[in-house]
């Protein structure tokens, strides 16, 4: 079955511009991750959607970044006012049930170059 | 704060050697322990998990080990292949997974 999509796979912008990344979780994965991967942090959670529950959002660096999940399904992270430092590749996990112990599974990421 | 220490940074191996990293964790909260390979361009990839009431795991030439009374938990790669050679990360999980720094492995054949 198909894995977890993510679009762009690309993508360079200016400092300042706001960009959105998208992404198809595994179907019926309740749960949804966004992480970011750089060399300075590595990898780091960012937000979690589980079902029609309210968003984790505890690890989002800063009120420039949102995310949404629509029809408990796809997922839209959106970073306002690009800085150079939100260079970094965006990835997203779906997994069954949001429990712990349950495997969530990568996508290829988007990865973001703020110039 | 990084909640999960993993050594060595890097490592090399010899084919049909083994591979060892090591990882360490505070959090007891933490219920799931996987392991990620990871290749350039790629997203992380599942490896093998294990939860705290299991000692050790084995899949194939992946192997984890646990010990939950020192918090510390690896994985050795048996019969080390030229395709193993990748990123290897550790992670514990209550819901949201912590990472380790990774590990990158080569093997030379």
């Known amino acids: 079955g198909a894995g977890v999509s993510q679009s762009p796979s690309n993508k360079v912008t200016e400092k300042g511009k706001d960009v959105e990344l998208r992404c198809d979780p595994i179907s019926g994965h309740t749960a949804l991750y966004w992480y970011r991967q750089s060399l300075g942090q590595g990898l780091e959670f960012l937000i979690y959607f589980q079902g029609n529950s309210a968003p984790d959002k505890s690890g989002l660096p800063s009120d420039r970044f949102s995310a949404e999940r629509t029809g408990g399904s796809v997922s839209t992270l959106t970073i306002q006012r690009t800085q150079q430092e939100d260079s970094a590749v965006y990835l997203c996990?779906?997994?069954?049930?949001?429990?712990?112990?349950?495997?969530?599974?990568f996508g290829d990421g988007t990865r973001l170059s703020i110039l | 704060q990084q909640q999960v220490k993993q050594s060595p940074q890097s490592l090399i191996v010899q084919k049909g050697g083994i591979s060892i990293i090591n990882c360490a964790y505070e959090n007891t909260a933490f219920d799931y322990f996987p392991w990620y390979q990871q290749f350039p361009g790629k997203g992380p990839a599942l490896l093998i998990a294990?939860?705290?009431?299991?000692s050790e795991k084995k899949e194939g030439r992946f192997t984890i080990s646990f010990n939950k009374s020192a918090k510390q938990f690896s994985l050795h790669i048996m019969d080390s292949q030229p395709g193993d050679s990748a990123t290897y990360f550790c992670a514990a999980s209550d819901y949201k997974l912590s990472f380790g720094a990774g590990t990158t492995v080569t093997v030379r054949a």
């Open positions: 996990a779906s997994s069954p049930t949001g429990t712990g112990n349950q495997p969530q599974h």
């Open positions: 294990i939860r705290p009431d299991v």
